[in-house]
């Protein structure tokens, strides 16, 4: 009886190492890709002055993921900016708390979600990436690993921002994303080596809850890179994204042989199908595939995205779905 399960499994064996001599070994998602291009960055909404720092680096041959990180890192910085870092709107209860991730060419990726009193959370995206075993620190944690790496504690709130949370306070009427409250800054780029990299940072809905987190931190959701296929970025309302992989699904619909501007409006068309309560919300999205073409899609109108490529940085209208405003 022994000796027959001895041969029944030296037979398994045999198999298994049969049927894998002559397979070709897949090749890994992560593995970096050779090949070389021109540089290109598309980010989300009007962003010129964050693109123009991401060109100042991929021009001189940088990497996209120090483009992205740098770029979007001028967002964070403007106190104009109410849906990104510094002056960034708060919550109900008025805490501004931020949520970003970044993402490499290896597939490499790191993330912070309800981050609060620091310029940066892009920043510490990265480090988490760099330095630590994990992939996202949330809260507490998140603010003491950044305070650890000796970033400074600041007061986030700008007059401005804390302006409108009391007037928004007189009448606590909630409105999940409309094209004053949103604004979220994600930016793929593609480097002189062909490599691709994306970052995404937020300060998230408008007086939402205390405790609340979008999709822009949430790899998938706000952003994806694959090195082998593109980088996809969303902005909108982050319940949304979320429930259908945003990111991730571009990606796959790139891999399928889509451009990224067709694989955004198959995106949106497949979260309006699943889930048509969502039809008068806005979502933008956007993709670059690893040959440096660029596309997006809008769910209304109101949706741009700002390019740079060596002709110069300028802001582009995508085409939408639904005409409602
Ligand atoms: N996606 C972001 C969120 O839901 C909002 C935005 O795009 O501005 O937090």
Redesign the pocket.
Known sequence: MIEKRRVFIQKLAGLSLASMVGCKPLVAASAPVKRTGKPIILSTWDNKPANNRAWEILSTGGRALDAVEQGVMITEADPNDT?VGYGGFPDRDGNVTL?ACIMDEKGRCGAVAYLQHIMHPIRVARLVMDKTPHWMLVGDGALAFALAEGMKKENLLTPKAEAAWREWLKSSNYKP?SSEN???IGMVALDQNGQLSGACT?S??AWKMKGRV???PIIGA?LYVDNEVGAAS??????M?VRACGAHTIIEFMRQGLSPEMACKKTLERIIRLWPEHKGQQLGLLAIDNQGNIGGYGLRPGYKMTVTDDSGTRVVVPKHLFEWD
């Open positions: 849906s949520d994303i949103h604004d979220t937020t998230g809905a979008g999709d822009s706000g969303a902005t909108g309302l982050g319940e994204v």
